[in-house]
């Protein structure tokens, strides 16, 4: 029978976007959102580690709701292994 988590690592959970993924390891997705240009300037670009794109869209509206979002993409799958320093 699996090991129930801990409420630490319950609690760990909600506040980062890694979740225990099918290896085992905790993983994340990396997003990029690209948003619309107001001037002449650059597009505004931010990057967002969420387990899906849901909580990375809820993430983006909370801290940046003035971005006007043009495009998103899935950049990479984030993993960290047991044990790492980060863990």
Known sequence: MPKAPS??????NKKTGFRPGRSGACEAR???FTGAAHGEGELPVKQVAACDLHEAIAYLRK????LDVLRVEFIAMIEIVSGSPLN
């Not at 409420?7 to 760990?12: E, S």
């Not at 801290?63 to 003035?66: G, I, L, M, T």
């Open 7 to 12: 409420r630490r690592t319950r609690a760990l």
């Open 30 to 32: 990396l997003f990029r």
């Open 63 to 66: 801290w940046h709701p003035d």
